[in-house]
């Protein structure tokens, strides 16, 4: 449970990242992190421990220490920070599964996880260099059978050009998945309220 996911917003409001419930506690308990529930009312770490007793202990998630069951949070204000991620996206596999939606960009198969590979679209032995515009999830057949080749001359075809994902877009995909309701509030604020890169 402690692994959990737990929404992160800035003191403006605005969803910046998911972390673990341990972690997010920690923040609380600090003092760094207010505790945000259903009606956005916030709620330091003594308020919610209260808050918490009086929570139907049924279809809810609690932390139990020997003196105090605490319930576990959804979501969480970041205190001081009001600053928004950065708007460059880190270069590494996680990042690359999550722009690529854990397909192989050549047939369009999603398989398990630990099937998929990384393709260099120019091969490295021709001078290609591990960029997000040369980079791409290719499942093991496609990755053999293009082996060490350009795409067109495998006679293959990618299903998109690779390009550098934005920085919204890598949060949103890990917002997906086992969230919470509650979540869809801050992520539908994030998603309209974030600044637009212009050309």
Known sequence: MLNQGVLVLNNGWTAIHVTNVKRAVGLVVEGLAKVVDDNYVTYNFDSWTQFSQHVDIHGNRFIHTPNLRILVPDVILLVGYHRTPPRSVKFNRRNIYIRD???????????????????????????????????????????????????????????????????????????????????????????????????
């Not at 979540?183 to 212009?198: G, H, I, P, S, T």
């Open 101 to 199: 939606n854990n397909t192989c960009q050549y047939c369009g198969c999603r398989p398990a996880r630990e099937e998929l590979t990384i393709d260099h679209v120019l091969p490295r032995c021709l001078g290609g260099r591990s960029t997000w515009e040369n980079v791409v999830l290719a499942c093991q057949g496609c990755n053999a059978k293009k082996g060490s080749k350009l795409v067109r001359e495998s006679g293959m075809k990618l299903m998109k050009e690779p390009r550098r994902p934005q920085w919204f877009s890598t949060l949103r995909a890990s917002l997906r998945g086992p969230g919470r309701p509650v979540w869809a509030k801050f992520v539908d604020a994030a998603y309209w309220n974030v600044a637009l890169e212009q050309d």
